[in-house]
């Protein structure tokens, strides 16, 4: 299957239109019909409909492989152009809750810091954009997070943290010595996608429940824990990251945030440092 092909696939699923797709990727829009019409003609199905452009069942089929294809491929690339590489800028992607005072001390010789949820820094250090990604997320005790498959990257676990939930002055529970998640799963929560989001949290805890309440778009976790002090919803945050608001240890089920770092294979210099910094 041609890389080429594939790509151009996803831009005109992503864009919803072929003449948007053909703006996006430079060509014209009977070179975007001719690439996808190889592509149908290579796999021996339909893969688009055409008014309205949308996937067809075949095609649904092949966007769930396409991501992962292609952050291969550019994962293999970025792991070619390591190997020959001179001195460089180094770059770490990292969540909003793995940046704690003693992480950003062990950060000498970063240059740049990106802001980005788990599997976005994980695809940034696969594709080369970034040398280190610091991802996290609720996992059960010395359980690894569940990442995505993004090649031949290495993930060492950092710290884990117990977690506090995050009420507000005068709530019912907020003299409990420990709260159960199971007895909170019909309370309204913050929907902070980019701080803890709930899904995640759904799939570690296997619960459901958990029922959003304001959406929080942006990444600072304090704003998550004023939102929760305020009695907009609770929150779950590890012990260190929650500023505010009355805070209480989850007790059940035993979820501690978990903190890995992850990094392809790196010559001597600053990022090998900056890992055995964070690792020691």
């Known amino acids: 299957m041609d890389p080429h092909l594939l790509r151009t696939f996803v831009t005109v699923v992503a864009e919803g239109s072929f003449s948007a797709a ?4 430079g060509y014209t829009q009977s070179a975007v019909s001719q690439q996808i019409a190889a592509l149908e003609a290579d796999l021996g199905a339909p ?5 309205p452009v949308r996937p067809t069942r075949a095609g649904e089929r092949l966007l769930e492989h396409a991501g992962p294809l292609l952050l291969r491929l550019r994962a293999a690339r970025a792991d070619v152009a390591r190997l020959s590489a001179g001195p ?5 992607a990292a969540g909003p809750l793995t940046l704690t005072a003693g992480t950003v001390a062990a950060l000498a010789g970063v240059t740049t810091v990106r802001v980005a949820g788990a599997a976005a820094a994980v695809a940034l250090v696969a594709s080369g954009e970034a040398d280190l990604a610091l991802v996290d997320g609720p996992a059960a005790p010395s359980d690894p997070l569940n990442l995505p498959e993004a090649g031949p990257l290495t993930t060492v676990g950092v710290r884990e ?8 002055e005068g709530h019912p529970l907020a003299g409990r010595a420990g709260l ?4 909170l799963a019909d309370a309204v929560w913050v929907d902070a996608a980019e701080v803890m989001p709930l899904d995640r949290l759904r799939a570690v805890a296997r619960l459901d429940g958990l029922r959003p309440g304001i959406r929080y778009e942006g990444h600072d976790p304090a704003v998550a824990a004023r939102l929760a002090a305020a009695g907009h919803g609770l929150t779950l945050l590890p012990a260190s990251a929650a500023p505010c608001g009355v805070r209480v240890p989850l007790v059940a089920p035993r ?5 890995e770092l992850v990094h392809a294979a790196l ?3 600053p990022a090998a440092e900056v890992v055995r910094a964070l690792t020691s």
Do not use: K, N, S, Y
Request: hydrophobic fraction near 45%; charged fraction near 30%.
């Open 22 to 25: 053909a703006d996006r990727l």
């Open 47 to 51: 893969l688009l409909g055409r008014r």
């Open 88 to 92: 460089r800028t180094l770059t770490v």
């Open 161 to 168: 943290e117990e977690l506090v939930v995050v009420l507000p």
């Open 180 to 183: 159960r998640l199971d007895d």
């Open 255 to 259: 979820i501690v945030h978990r903190v």
């Open 267 to 269: 010559p001597p210099g």
